[in-house]
């Protein structure tokens, strides 16, 4: 599987910016991908996921009420909607993908895509 990430970019303080993920392949039924990000100098953790079966999200408690998942099945994508942006979301956001339970941690994912960078501006 072959995951292409696309958006991101800078914004203000409040606003918003959207990233989004599409898959090579087909995404069965026990498809989860799942957003992480990077920012200078810390680990990369955990943002949200989106499980393929049930489309059921789960979120990382500092973006809960303001990041949204959803996907388009036609088109095999997920996209992150990223609102009220704040400084400390500024960070390298990867995709990434696995076949089983919607698990948060980011070992637990096979496949990965590049990295793509939100900047929030104070």
């Known amino acids: 599987v072959q995951l292409r990430a696309s958006g991101g970019g800078l914004v203000q303080t409040g606003g918003s910016l959207r990233v989004s993920c599409e898959a090579s392949a087909r995404t069965y039924a026990n498809f989860v991908m799942g957003w992480f990000r990077q920012a200078p100098g810390k680990e990369r953790e955990f943002v949200a996921n989106?499980?393929?079966?049930?489309?059921?999200?789960s979120y990382a408690d500092s973006v809960k009420g303001r990041f949204f998942v959803s996907r388009d099945n036609a088109r095999n994508t997920v996209t992150l909607q990223m609102n009220d942006l704040k400084p400390e979301d500024t960070a390298v956001y990867y995709c990434?993908?696995?076949?089983?339970?919607?698990?948060?941690?980011?070992?637990?994912?096979?496949?990965w895509g590049q990295g793509t960078q939100v900047t929030v501006s104070s």
């Open positions: 989106l499980a393929w079966r049930g489309g059921t999200t």
């Open positions: 990434g993908a696995r076949y089983g339970t919607a698990l948060q941690f980011q070992r637990y994912y096979s496949y």
